[in-house]
């Protein structure tokens, strides 16, 4: 027990006060001390005693009267007692000011100090304790410079100043000096070994900061031996346990934590490392009340950001966001410094992008971004903005990095591959794969719709046999296996002989197999037709056990297989899988539309239209199937029904779609040409809308091929061939590169304009490339248009051919035999009008036009019998025609015989005289020379003798050419002005008088004249035939890629219409050759992939 | 089950090959293969070599069909002017020029006792019978309409006969049209017995199979792409078979009965294993249309396997080996 004595005036006793005891009321000491007149340092030891004990209201009581006037005045030569009671008042103040946490008190608190402390200044400028007090009063009011002056008057005056020693270190600390800091906090302990706790905990400090870790703990730990309580030294520690990452030493981090926390409820640092223990063991609301309060007691940026942060993820895990959106903003607000704690940026960032704020959320990204370039998260997060803000390059780029800095995050290959789905299939393809990869290396199960990603993109890169392995593999096991392995299997009931197959398959798979076979076969063949919209395959599979399941997320993928069977050309197995789809899931249009498709390609129209019915009982509205009818009713000659179908698609989509309006636009093409009787005015108006048409396409988007097709063929029609063929060749060009865009008829339509421009060559070189390319050879029609152009071109040889090869495709179209009958029958007619001829021609000639009468008169006996669409009438006058050229042939064959006969007559003449010649000289030799002579003379007469007869020869020869040339002509004139007139009759009905005289003037074999006339003709059939033939096919680009997204089923499937008709391709002029090709409008048609669903969805 | 390519003539024609057949093996002569082509001659080739042992003039316009007598001694070859040529196969004399106006002809084959020779007879809706001892029109076998549709139809015109083949006893005889339908007729009646459907496009080549069991099971090819094969009793769809991705020109069934080859407008030749319902084997040397394929008989050498020959509008011939 400690007792201080207040010695009693005048006198030698003392009051004996125990320290413990001190009364409740400081006046009683007050009292005692003034009566007595107390030395200073009394009052001092009374008021500490008093501040030890907390009673802090009497501890200022005392200082305060020890500080009054009174007290100075009496007192007045006791300076140093007097300094230490202002100071210590000055001490306390500052005290006060650095716990007050409102910042007008704590200004009060502070002037309050400075007072005191002023006070103690001008008793004694030099006190050094006044000069730390006022430089601990400067570090407490954050006045760092000044501090360090204060602390240097000191420690100039005296350098071991420990309290000066240690505010110096502390000012150091402050500045980030820590080194230096380091070297004074030694020395004071070197100068006062026994100086408290603190101090090493300032080394420990500087250790840390100096990076000094285990130097730093071992430090805290010698505090903790000093100071069991030291909450600083707790929380140090524990933080560095905590940040060991290991299980052990973080539960005793946690456990010092807890332990600072008892000590010493009110430390920030410890209940923000609470808060976030309780936050990741997901108990928010302590997590709640610790930052709440953490957040009352500091004032340190740092921290309050730090509590700020655990708030806000508290709140941002159990979803609030807008709670956690504005404490991460609070929480950014405090520490400004994205350097120093990025946390509450990259929160920020993502609250914010999902309250759909994506530039801040960007601007907070990017800030995390500057401090950490290289976060995977941040860098994919990033991405995401960027594109979703379409900003697809830089997502891209972002993406790419993620992956470079992190090759083994499936999730980022994931996203980058859908990124670039839209720009780069070939890298969407490659970063797919790498994710597959990755998810298969780590034995995680790939996602469906990766897989379908994948087959899909080989699908649009026309790698089938990839895209059947991925849809496969993302099918897994299912009935569709059994399907396939089934195929593989006996299908014919008596064909069982060996057993070769059987050691593929397990014996249940077998026992599947034929279950499945004999569902499958044998159907009635008469039914076989119907065979699309029929399911009694799977009835029957469920009544034979099988169940019949598909998954409803396995749908998109087994109908992308399906088309990529259908792509494979296996129809059947494809058209299984649509039925199996449709069994299950009834409302799936898009395999109604595939089955279509598939009946539309086999020529099975009416069941098309019946699947296409059932595809618009499931939604009237469907686009795609709309089209498709529209299309197959054109193919079935409905062109009112057509017109109404395609403006009901068009309607069904409020009239934006481009598809419905180039069909539209290509069904006022067709109607403009089609009509035999041509009507000016109706074929202008129907040109002039299909125009308005495909311009409204072209307007919304430049980059419609068919579009630009549809108005180059409107141009060709108008004879504007230039500019057509401009149009024609950019869309070649474009449709050349692009691997999803079949189009032949950009092909035909620009040899229809080399054609049109007498670019022969040119033209056959087009029809005979795009036959090749597209049709497999196989087109009668492109054929046809082929061998106009030989025609034109006058190549008999390759005219005929190319028709017998028309005829030989398409033998009931019986308009290719006249064709051909026509083609000899001019041939023959060029060949008798040559000056020149060999012999061998023109029995060549005769041979054709015997041929040619055989098939006209083939022909003619057929007509009765059937009905071929040309006039008999016409075929009977080609016959007539040609039989009257095989009679002037037969002269001219005969002639030309007669010729051949004399020649070789001469020739024989000339032998035999040779013969004689030699005979004779053989003879004469006999005789030997003695009547040379004579015999010469002789002989010489003999030889002018058949000179004479070999001239009278050749005159006979000669003269009897020109007689029966002229008799040709004058037979010739007078069948062919016959012909003429009946033909001037016909032709004036047809109103084309200036062209009656062709016929005529081409057999009147006047070249020159001919050739004119041929060359009008050409012309003029190039405003009439030609143009007919110039096709347009637009078929939507969008639908042709099919399957890009499950988006473009609008654009999807309809039917691309090819208006090819060759009205009179043939004949030279409307009445010459009666050529009425039945008119048969052809819409070569490719149904567009209907689907869509599949690819880059899911 | 495999196909050997064996060797190639290029320009075996100087056009377009259109069809082939193979002439059975005489006394004289091993198995010979007669081809027509657009350049209006029908070739004589032995495949050994493969030599070429005549050329045969005399047709107009494109030959566009040839068959062979069971004995091997006469043969028969058509043309688009519509003109039927028998003729010896050693000597090329010219026995019999048939024609029936206005059926024109187009698929020719000798019934399997070598008596009838039968003809597609085109627009005529008909195939024609001809006795081959007085080469007289002995029968015509027409198409009806299908029930149901009306004369006047467009479809009427349709009914256009391209093909025709003999069952292995010569008791039927299935033919194809343009329209898709494939009609069997009883011929000792000379009564059509039913239709059978399934295609909608033209049937351009049928045949029925060789293995005994299999008689009245029916190949046919279509230009749908689709081969179907068909129970011709039992009037029942048994298999059809996808793959090609052009028309299918030709078919034929090999001697064992166990597979059958097709030609395509895809350019392709294939083999199908008939106990799978895919291709076994893709051949891809023509480089156009082949328009024919055909089995030769069996190997005297070894009888299980024998020769297959195609023919194509590339103008070339080739041969493999099938076993």
Known sequence: MAFVYIPVQNSEEEVRVALDQLPRDATDILDILKAEQAPLDLWLIIAREYFKQGKIEQFRQILEEGSSPEIDEYYADVRYERIAIL???????????????????????????????????????HEPSTWIGKGQLLLAKGDVEQAFNAFKIVLDGDRDNVPALLGQACVHFSRGRYSDSLELYKRALQVYPRCPAAVRLGIALCHYKLGHLEKAKQSFCRVLQLDPENVEALVALGISDLQTNEASTIRSGMEKMQMAFEIYPYCAMSLNYLANHFFFTGQHFLVEQLTETA?????????????????????????????????????????????????????????????????????????????????????????????????????QELFKKATKVDPRDPQAFLDLGELLLSTDDCAALDAFKTARNLLKK??????????????????????????????????????????VDAKAQSSFRNVEQSDVSGERFSPSRKVQSSLINSALYPIDASSSLHQPRDFQLFHRLEEQGTSVELPWNKVSTLFNFARVLEQMHDTEMASIFYRLILFKYPDYTDAYLRLAAIAKARNNIQLSIELIGDALKVDDKCQDALLMLGDLELKNDDWVKAKETFRAAKDATDGTDSYAAVCLGNWNCFAAIRNEKR?????????????????????????????????????????????????FTQVQEAASGSFNVQMPDIWINLAHVHFAQG???????????????????????????????????????????TLLRA?????????????VGVAMQKFSASTLQKTKRTVDEVRATVAELKNAVRLFSLLSSASNLHFHGFDETKIGTHVGYCQHLLDAAKVHCELAEREEQKNQERIKVMQQMELADESRRKAEEQRKFQLEKRKQEDELKQVMQQEKHLERIKEQWKSSVSASKRKDRSQTEEEESGHGEKRRRKGGKRKKKEKTSHYESEVEADMENQEDVEYEDANTNYREAPDDQVENNPQDLLAAAGLEDSDAEDDAAAPPLNASRVRRAWSES???????????????????????EGASDD | MKLAPLNTVGNAHDDSVWTAAWVPATDESPPLLLTGSLDETVRLWNPEGPQKLQTNTGHCLGVVSVAAHPSGRIAASASIDSFIRVFDVATNNTIATLEAPPSEVWQLQFNPQGTILAAAGGGSASVKLWDTA???????????????????????????????????????IACGSMDGTISIFDVTRTKFLHHLEGHNMPVRSLVYSSAPLDARVLFSASDDGHIHVYDTEGKTLISSLSGHSGWVLSVDVSPDGMAIATGSSDRTVRLWDLKMRAAAQIMTGHTDQVWSVAFGPPLTTDVRSCLLASVSDDKSLSFYKYA
């Open chain 2, 134 to 172: 007085q080469w007289q029109l002995t029968a015509t076998l027409s198409v009806p309409r299908l029930e149901g549709l009306k004369p006047s139809e467009k479809t009427g015109s349709k009914k256009f006969v391209l093909s025709v083949a003999w069952s292995p006893d010569g008791r039927q």
């Open chain 1, 807 to 819: 005829i030989h495709l398409a033998p009931s179209n019986y308009t290719f035999r006249f064709d």
């Open chain 1, 679 to 727: 009507a000016p005015k109706l074929e202008a108006t129907h040109l002039e809308k299909a125009k308005e048409l495909y311009t409204k396409v072209l307007q919304q988007n430049p980059a419609n091929l068919y579009a630009a097709n549809g108005a180059g063929v409107v141009l060709a029609e108008k004879g504007q061939f230039d500019i057509a063929k401009d149009l």
């Open chain 1, 87 to 125: 100071n210590a008042l000055g001490a306390y103040y500052s005290y006060l000011g650095k716990i007050e946490t409102k910042q007008r008190e704590k200004e009060e608190h502070y002037i309050m100090a400075t007072q005191y402390y002023n006070k103690a200044s001008r008793i004694d400028m």
């Open chain 1, 759 to 801: 670019n022969f060559a040119l033209a056959v070189k087009m029809y005979q490339n795009c036959l090749r390319k597209f049709y497999y050879n196989t087109d009668s029609q492109v054929l046809l248009y082929l061998a106009r152009t030989h025609y034109e071109a006058e190549q008999w040889e390759d005219c005929k051919k």
């Open chain 1, 1070 to 1092: 409307d009445e010459d050759e009666p050529l009425q090709r039945q008119s048969e409008p052809e819409h070569v048609v490719d149904m567009q992939e209907s689907d869509a």
């Open chain 1, 295 to 395: 957040l009352a007691v500091t004032t340190h940026g740092p921290t309050k950001s730090h509590s700020y942060y655990n708030l806000a993820r508290s709140y941002h895990s159990k979803g609030d966001y807008e709670k956690a959106g504005m404490y991460y903003m609070a929480s950014v607000k405090e520490s400004n410094k994205p350097h120093e704690f990025i946390l509450p940026y990259y929160g920020l960032g993502q609250v914010q992008m999902k309250l759909g704020d994506l530039r801040s959320a960007l601007s907070n990204f990017e800030k995390v971004l500057e401090v950490q370039p290289e976060n995977c998260e941040t860098l994919k997060a990033l991405g995401h903005i960027y594109f979703q803000l379409g900003q697809n390059e830089k997502a």
């Open chain 1, 442 to 483: 780590g034995n995680e199960e790939v996602p469906i719709e990766l897989l379908n990603n994948i087959g899909a993109l080989h699908f649009d890169r026309g790698e089938f046999e990839l895209a059947g392995e991925a849809f496969m593999e993302a099918l897994g096991d299912g009935l569709w296996r059994d399907f």
